[in-house]
Each structure stands twice: as structure tokens, then as C-alpha cells.
């Protein structure tokens, strides 16, 4: 079992910056690879970024590339997310998950979940 519990959440205006963080507590955090995933009302969850268990590897949907950062930090069982040139389209509320997979752009194939910290960008 693998408890996330996410913070960092807000409201900010177009074109600033937040960093999300997810606590991990339970199993080695480190054989888990971690994700991020977004919600807007009344639309499906959707990936946003993962990285591996070692923190060697990082995937990022189109949408966010080149403005989002993941990492992680294994001694603290810490996930992060910085987000800077925020957009009104980016308003959700952002999860973190577990996964002991290696497919790891889908939500289905993540094992543990957090409660979600929401994100809200004003135009």
C-alpha cells in the first residue's frame, strides 16, 4: 500500500507559476514510477507527466511540454511537479499516482492515487 497525499495548489493568473508535491508513505517509493494526471470539470482524467522509479526517465504530454518539469526525490519519498506559463486550460485538479508498471501515460495502469489538489488559472 502506497499513500500520496498532494499539496501546492492555488490560484494564479495567466502566465505565472505553481509547484506541486506529493508526500509518499508506505512501500519504497523508489520502486514505484510516479505520475502526474489533471481533471477539468466535466472531462476525463488526463496524463500529464511521469517519471521513472530512478528519476532517469520523464515523459510529458504535448500539451505541457517544455513548461512543466516532474522530478522526484527518492531520500524524501517526494514528487514534484513545477509548472511555470500557466494557462486558463491548465485549471484542474492535479493528482499524483503509483505505478509499479512501465505503461505509464494511462491512469488505468497507475495502483495508488492521491486525493488532488486543485489548480486554478485565471485568463
Known amino acids: 500500500q502506497v499513500q500520496l497525499v498532494e499539496s501546492g495548489g492555488g490560484l494564479v493568473q495567466a502566465g505565472g507559476s505553481l509547484r506541486l508535491s506529493c508526500a509518499a508513505s508506505g512501500r519504497t517509493f523508489s520502486n514505484y514510477a510516479m505520475g502526474w494526471f489533471r481533471q477539468a470539470p466535466g472531462k476525463e482524467r488526463e496524463f500529464v507527466a511521469a517519471i521513472s522509479g530512478s528519476g532517469s526517465a520523464t515523459y510529458y504530454a504535448d500539451s505541457v511540454k517544455g513548461r512543466f518539469t516532474i522530478s522526484r526525490d527518492n531520500a524524501k519519498n517526494m514528487l514534484y511537479l513545477q509548472m511555470n506559463s500557466l494557462k486558463p486550460e491548465d485549471t484542474g485538479v492535479y493528482y499524483c499516482?503509483?505505478?509499479?508498471?512501465?505503461?505509464?501515460?494511462?491512469?488505468?495502469?497507475?495502483?495508488?492515487w492521491g486525493q488532488g489538489t486543485q489548480v486554478t488559472v485565471s485568463s
Open positions: 499516482a503509483a505505478n509499479r508498471g512501465v505503461t505509464l501515460t494511462r491512469a488505468a495502469n497507475y495502483d495508488y
